[in-house]
Protein backbone atom coordinates (compact mmCIF):
# COMPACT_ATOMS: atom_id res chain seq x y z
CA UNK A 1 0.00 0.00 0.00
CA UNK A 2 1.15 3.52 -0.67
CA UNK A 3 -0.37 7.04 0.33
CA UNK A 4 -0.15 9.96 -1.64
CA UNK A 5 1.02 12.66 0.82
CA UNK A 6 -0.28 16.47 0.24
CA UNK A 7 3.00 17.58 0.87
CA UNK A 8 5.79 14.63 -0.10
CA UNK A 9 4.19 12.57 -3.10
CA UNK A 10 3.66 8.92 -3.18
CA UNK A 11 5.44 7.43 -0.37
CA UNK A 12 5.33 3.80 1.59
CA UNK A 13 3.16 2.51 4.09
CA UNK A 14 6.85 2.21 5.95
CA UNK A 15 6.88 5.84 6.33
CA UNK A 16 3.51 6.13 8.04
CA UNK A 17 1.13 5.39 11.93
CA UNK A 18 -2.19 4.40 11.62
CA UNK A 19 -3.99 6.45 14.63
CA UNK A 20 -7.27 5.59 14.32
CA UNK A 21 -10.40 6.44 13.67
CA UNK A 22 -11.03 10.21 12.37
CA UNK A 23 -14.44 10.85 12.70
CA UNK A 24 -14.19 10.66 16.08
CA UNK A 25 -15.05 13.82 18.08
CA UNK A 26 -14.64 14.42 21.64
CA UNK A 27 -17.04 15.78 23.59
CA UNK A 28 -17.49 19.28 23.79
CA UNK A 29 -17.50 20.08 27.53
CA UNK A 30 -15.46 18.50 30.05
CA UNK A 31 -18.16 18.48 32.65
CA UNK A 32 -19.98 16.05 29.71
CA UNK A 33 -21.76 12.64 31.19
CA UNK A 34 -19.77 10.06 32.22
CA UNK A 35 -21.43 7.93 29.22
CA UNK A 36 -20.20 10.51 26.11
CA UNK A 37 -16.63 10.13 28.02
CA UNK A 38 -17.50 6.12 27.64
CA UNK A 39 -18.33 6.10 23.92
CA UNK A 40 -15.51 8.55 23.27
CA UNK A 41 -12.70 6.22 24.43
CA UNK A 42 -14.08 2.97 23.74
CA UNK A 43 -16.82 2.89 20.94
CA UNK A 44 -15.69 2.40 17.61
CA UNK A 45 -17.30 1.49 14.59
CA UNK A 46 -16.38 -1.66 12.27
CA UNK A 47 -17.30 -0.17 8.91
CA UNK A 48 -17.15 -2.31 5.28
CA UNK A 49 -16.25 0.18 2.65
CA UNK A 50 -15.46 3.76 2.53
CA UNK A 51 -13.53 4.52 5.74
CA UNK A 52 -11.82 8.16 7.49
CA UNK A 53 -8.87 7.35 9.19
CA UNK A 54 -5.95 9.04 10.89
CA UNK A 55 -2.27 9.13 9.76
CA UNK A 56 0.52 10.19 10.99
CA UNK A 57 3.41 10.72 8.28
CA UNK A 58 6.37 10.03 10.88
CA UNK A 59 8.94 9.93 8.49
CA UNK A 60 8.53 12.47 6.10
CA UNK A 61 6.93 15.78 6.64
CA UNK A 62 5.19 14.94 9.78
CA UNK A 63 2.05 16.42 8.63
CA UNK A 64 -1.21 14.14 10.38
CA UNK A 65 -3.51 13.00 7.29
CA UNK A 66 -6.66 12.15 6.99
CA UNK A 67 -6.88 9.02 4.50
CA UNK A 68 -10.33 7.59 3.27
CA UNK A 69 -9.55 3.83 2.41
CA UNK A 70 -11.73 0.98 1.34
CA UNK A 71 -11.37 -1.14 4.15
CA UNK A 72 -13.12 -4.41 1.77
CA UNK A 73 -10.05 -3.56 -0.55
CA UNK A 74 -7.63 -0.83 1.17
CA UNK A 75 -8.03 1.15 -2.06
CA UNK A 76 -7.10 4.44 -1.26
CA UNK A 77 -9.38 7.35 -2.21
CA UNK A 78 -8.48 10.16 -0.90
CA UNK A 79 -5.33 11.92 1.62
CA UNK A 80 -5.78 15.17 2.94
CA UNK A 81 -4.15 17.04 5.52
CA UNK A 82 -6.08 16.62 8.75
CA UNK A 83 -5.52 20.43 9.35
CA UNK A 84 -7.46 21.24 6.32
CA UNK A 85 -10.29 19.25 7.54
CA UNK A 86 -10.09 20.89 10.57
CA UNK A 87 -10.27 24.32 9.31
CA UNK A 88 -13.16 22.80 6.82
CA UNK A 89 -15.14 21.52 9.68
CA UNK A 90 -14.65 24.75 11.68
CA UNK A 91 -16.03 26.74 8.91
CA UNK A 92 -19.08 24.60 8.20
CA UNK A 93 -19.91 24.65 11.87
CA UNK A 94 -20.01 28.35 11.76
CA UNK A 95 -22.32 28.32 8.85
Known amino acids: MRLNCPCCGLRGLEEFTYRGDATVRRPESPTAPA ?18 ELWYHGAGCRSWLVVTRDTRTHA ?20
Not at 87 to 92: L, P
Open 76 to 95: ISDVVRAVDVARADKEGAGS
Open 35 to 52: QDWVDYVYLRDNPAGPHR
